[in-house]
């Protein structure tokens, strides 16, 4: 069963603390993502990883950062969180361009 | 710059009429277009999706009508049921667009019994 997995689901934090999420998936596909939903702005795309340790800024990558050094694991970091990356925040996987990608479950952050 | 942009809004419609959700982009070098449904508290999830070297694609209930000189598609969603209620997203990617799937900001669709 093809899946992606987020951790945690649901995280609260403190303006100016460490923020990591992480993200799973069990289908070895080579291309993952990052990106935020707000409502209203759809789905925007934070950072694309092609595959381990080949990463690429999105079109909001500002206050973020990735790691991916397992082809099956993505992590997304926020240093110093703000209050304006309160979200809703999405991983997904790939095995390339017009294929199908899947996505996990969500990780609905909030900044204090 | 919006470059995929759904309308409406939001749509209501009640079961088994035809809802149509709208989609319109500026760059002429997309041609995949994939729609994807959100149900809430999930990820969204690939329903259908076009190639625009066709101007119809069809699965069942759902259907894209797609007009590459207009720049605009549209999905079909024909004897609606209330379990289509979701948010749908129309996205665009290029050949060689390394992967990127450019989504517009979403259709919620809502189907009254």
């Known amino acids: 069963d093809m899946k992606v997995t987020q951790m945690p689901r649901y995280l609260i934090k403190r303006m100016g603390e460490n923020v990591l999420l992480e993200c799973g998936q069990d289908?070895?596909?080579?291309?993952m993502y990052w990106y935020r939903q707000d409502p209203g702005l759809g789905l925007q795309l934070i950072y694309i990883?092609?595959?381990?340790?080949?990463?690429s800024e999105g079109d909001i990558p500002k206050g973020y950062r990735v790691s991916r050094k397992k082809r099956e694991h993505f992590s997304l970091i926020l240093d110093s969180a703000k209050t304006n990356q309160t979200s809703v925040y999405f991983c997904?996987?790939?095995?390339?361009?017009?294929?199908?990608?899947?996505f996990g479950p969500g990780t609905r952050l909030t900044v204090l | 710059q919006q470059q995929v942009r759904q309308s409406p809004q939001s749509l209501t419609v009640w079961e088994g009429e035809t809802a149509i959700l709208n989609c319109s982009y500026e760059?002429?070098?997309?041609?995949?277009f994939p729609w994807y449904q959100q149900f809430p508290g999930e990820g969204p999830a690939l329903l259908i999706s076009?190639?625009?070297?066709?101007d119809k694609k069809e699965d069942g209930r759902f259907t894209i009508f797609f007009n590459k000189r207009e720049k605009k598609l549209s999905l079909h969603i024909t004897d609606s049921q209330p379990g289509d209620s979701a948010t749908y997203f129309c996205?665009?990617?290029?050949?060689?667009?390394?992967?990127?799937?450019?989504f517009g900001q979403g259709t919620v669709l809502s189907v009254i019994p």
């Open positions: 997904a996987s790939s095995p390339g361009t017009y294929y199908e990608q899947y």
């Open positions: 760059d002429s070098t997309f041609n995949y």
């Open positions: 076009i190639r625009s070297v066709s």
């Open positions: 990883s092609y595959d381990v340790d080949s990463n």
């Open positions: 289908m070895s596909h080579e291309t």
């Open positions: 996205a665009a990617s290029t050949t060689g667009g390394n992967n990127k799937l450019t």
